[in-house]
């Protein structure tokens, strides 16, 4: 999971929920347009090839998340911006 919502709302101890980009190694999402984003393997700690699934944005209590892999470099986020973008119709 990517976590996407703003910081300032993570930090909230009694806000249980947070907002999320699902992560997938599947194959065969790759080809499902601008939504889906390439992250490379090392890429914030991620152990292979990714893809960030931007059309399935859903929130997560944070008890679920088990540990933080890293932080996305600057150009991927905007990678990622760019697909919920797209996800929601804003450009």
Known sequence: ???VSHDAF???????SVIVVPIST????RRR???VIPLPA????????SVALCH???TLDRAKLAS??????????????AGLNHAQDLL
Do not use: F, Y
């Not at 599947?26 to 999402?29: A, D, E, G, H, R």
């Open 42 to 49: 090392g890429a914030a700690g991620l152990a292979r090839d």
């Open 10 to 16: 993570n930090e909230v101890e009694s806000w249980r």
């Open 26 to 29: 599947s194959t065969s999402q």
């Open 56 to 58: 399935q944005v859903t």
């Open 68 to 81: 933080r892999l890293g932080t996305l470099a600057e150009n991927l986020l905007e990678k990622v911006a």
């Open 1 to 3: 999971m990517l976590v």
């Open 33 to 35: 347009g601008p939504t």
